[in-house]
Every structure is written in structure tokens, then in C-alpha cells.
């Protein structure tokens, strides 16, 4: 199994640099998605420039600046990452970042996504935490239709004071989410765990119904009953980077890491699918679950 230290959305999106406005990142990008139905005809959206605006207002609000931009399944999600400049590091060396994503679809575009994430950065593997705030909201720059010449509606809208604090909360929610993350991420690297429970674990994530059948999990079972997730996460759990370290080596958060890297670089037909599986599909649940079982073990 070859081991990255890639970040999963490399290649799938560019970094920019926060001058630019959110015309000229909806432009280099070329996002427009084009309608493959009908060949003879593919008309281009202007929803991603209006996308990428409510993007912009909505981190500037608090004084954040959007990272990295990119898209998914053909063009038809569109995202940004944003860092909350609210890391921490684990006994000062094994640093994490935690990142605001927001994203659009193209089949519901009056909606945007927003997601908090941590990233751990040996390894650049993802856990989705948990914020008590709306997980959507209105794209109030997205033009609407009217029932007059010229059809569509030219006024430009712009974040109000009471948009604006909602911003603002909304992240500040998303720091405090991360700050206490912080906290069960330290008690999850000072808490030892053997060879069995890492096993158990593993099946527990991935085979629970194997798992709950099984007295015993050791290497004879690894071998005759896991699957192919299983398999890659005890792999994982060995080689992938950063479980060398001391936060790591035989302790639940190195088990939780060995899942999250499994997911986010292994598991999926390709990149484009890995990572919308790990933002927004099955794989998402997968890694909240094993978020869940590794509290469990404390």
C-alpha cells in the first residue's frame, strides 16, 4: 500500500491568493458546470460566481480569508476550505488545523453548506466535528427569476449587519467546537490501547456485525474475516504517517487515525469520489462513528 502525506483535495482544487475577487476565482477555475444531457446545447451557469461572492462575504465577516477552492462530480459541487486559525498540537508535535467548509450544489443552489473540519497535518487526514449552528443557509447573492423582461432579477445583494453577526456566530460556534475537540483529542493520545481492543476497534468501525459475533479478534480472524477497509486500517494503523508518534503509537488516537487516513486517501474509485465520501457521503458517517468508539475506549 503506497502512503501519502498529500492533502486529499490536492489536485481537485487550487489555492488562492485572497486578493483575488470572486469573479476572477470563479474564472480561473472554469467551474461553470455545462449541461452533458444535452450535448447540442450546454449552457453555462452563473451560479458559481454568485456562489463564490457568498463564499467571500461570508468568511470576510470574519475577517477570514478562503484558502483553497475547487470542485466535485463533474462541476456539480463547488467548495471552499477556510482556515479558523484555531489549531492545536499534541504534546507540541502533532500539530492540527481546524477549517470552515462550505459548499454548493449544483441541484440546490439556493443553498450553501458549512462544515467544520480538523485537519490533522502529518498525514492531512480529516474529522468532520460537530457545531450546534445551522448546516445550511440561503445563497442570498443567487439572482431570481421574475416574471417580467428581463427575467432576472439585476439587484445586487450584499451581507446586512444582522447577516453579518450571523456569520460571526456561526464560526466563533465552529473555534469552540474545535477548542473542545482539542480537549478529547489530548485525552485520546494519553490513553494506551493493546493489540485486541486496536483490532475489536477496527471491526467495530468497519464490521460491526462481524465483530459482535467474534469473542476474540486476533490475527487469525484479521486474516479469514476482514474485509478490505478493515485490512487497510490495521495497515494503517502501522505505517501511515504520523502513527510513529508518540500521541499516536498505541493509543486510541492513533486508532482513530488510522481510520480517518484510510478513509481520506484509500477508500473511494478516485479522488473526486474519495473526497466527496469523506465530506458528504457514507465515509463521513464511518469516521464520526469511529470518532464515537474511540471516546468509547476512554
Known amino acids: 500500500m503506497e502512503w501519502t502525506n498529500e492533502k486529499p483535495w490536492q489536485g481537485l482544487g487550487v489555492e488562492i491568493a485572497s486578493h483575488l475577487s470572486a469573479r476572477e476565482m470563479s474564472v480561473k477555475l472554469q467551474l461553470d458546470w455545462e ?49 479558523l486559525n484555531e489549531d492545536f498540537s499534541l504534546v507540541d508535535i502533532d500539530p492540527v488545523k481546524g477549517y470552515l467548509l462550505m459548499a ?5 443552489r439556493q443553498s450553501v453548506e458549512i462544515l467544520f473540519l480538523t485537519v490533522r497535518e502529518v498525514g492531512h487526514n480529516m474529522l468532520q466535528v460537530p457545531v450546534k449552528v445551522r448546516s445550511t443557509l440561503k445563497n442570498i447573492f443567487r439572482k431570481q427569476f421574475t416574471n417580467t423582461f428581463p427575467f432576472l432579477n439585476q ?5 446586512d449587519d444582522a447577516m453579518n453577526k450571523k456569520a460571526r456566530d456561526a464560526i466563533e460556534a465552529g473555534r469552540k467546537a474545535i477548542s473542545a475537540f482539542a480537549s478529547d483529542a489530548g485525552r485520546l493520545a494519553n490513553h494506551k490501547v493493546d493489540d485486541q481492543t486496536a483490532l475489536r476497534y477496527f471491526f467495530d468501525v468497519f464490521q460491526p456485525d462481524v465483530s459482535s459475533a467474534t ?25 501511515a504517517p504520523g502513527q510513529e508518534l508518540e500521541t499516536a503509537h498505541q493509543t486510541a488516537w492513533g486508532l482513530l487515525n488510522a481510520v480517518t487516513y484510510t478513509v481520506d486517501h484509500h477508500l473511494g474509485k478516485n479522488p473526486d469520489s474519495r473526497l466527496r465520501q469523506a465530506w458528504f457521503g457514507t ?14 475506549l476512554l
Request: charged share 35%.
Open 35 to 83: 449541461v452533458v444531457k444535452t450535448p447540442s446545447q450546454r449552457p453555462k451557469s452563473p451560479a458559481n460566481q454568485e456562489t463564490f461572492r457568498f463564499f467571500k462575504a461570508y468568511v470576510e465577516a470574519a475577517d477570514l480569508r478562503i484558502e483553497s477552492i475547487g470542485s466535485l462530480d463533474d462541476g456539480r459541487i463547488i467548495w471552499a476550505l477556510v482556515p
Open 104 to 108: 454548493s450544489r449544483h441541484e440546490n
Open 155 to 159: 439587484i445586487p445583494q450584499k451581507f
Open 215 to 239: 469473542p476474540v479478534i486476533g490475527e487469525k480472524e484479521i486474516e479469514e474475516k476482514a474485509d478490505d477497509k478493515t485490512r487497510n486500517a490495521v495497515e494503517a494503523l502501522k505505517n
Open 283 to 296: 465515509n463521513a458517517k464511518t469516521k464520526k462513528r469511529a470518532f464515537e468508539l474511540a471516546l468509547e
